[in-house]
């Protein structure tokens, strides 16, 4: 099993920046794919970016040109860095890894298993 611990959020002001970081352990090896959500009051958690090893990502439409998602395999470590943030950014974000070939990145059920999370406010 892989857990994982997110860290990073907090408040910003609109346009300012953000790192997030989800460490990985336990089989943390097994973790080739992995992937960003956010879930805000009210909504359903959404796909916002995922990696595959080191080359092959994807990100949503709504954060393309602000939000990069990036890999330290020696740490264990996947980060998303932010830039340029709206407060429609504003949500819980959370660190998904353990992929099935099943899915869209997008898609909740591809990833078995989740962090706890961490909190964005844009203002």
């Known amino acids: 099993d892989v857990q994982l611990v997110e860290s990073g959020g907090g408040s910003v002001q609109i346009g300012g920046s953000l790192r997030l970081a989800c460490k990985a352990s336990?089989?943390?090896?097994?973790?080739?794919?992995m992937g960003w959500f956010r879930q805000a009051p009210g909504k359903e958690r959404e796909g916002v970016s995922w990696?595959?090893?080191?080359?092959?990502?994807a990100r949503a439409d709504s954060v393309k040109g602000r939000l990069t998602i990036s890999r330290d395999d020696a740490k264990n470590t996947l980060y998303l860095q932010m830039n340029s943030l709206k407060p429609e950014d504003t949500a819980m974000y959370y660190c998904?890894?353990?992929?099935?070939?099943?899915?869209?990145?997008?898609?909740?059920?591809?990833?078995?298993?989740w962090g706890l999370g961490t909190q964005v406010t844009v203002s």
């Open positions: 336990g089989h943390a090896t097994s973790s080739h794919c």
């Open positions: 990696i595959a090893g080191t080359s092959r990502s």
């Open positions: 998904a890894a353990v992929c099935t070939y099943l899915y869209t990145w997008d898609d909740r059920r591809k990833y078995a298993n």
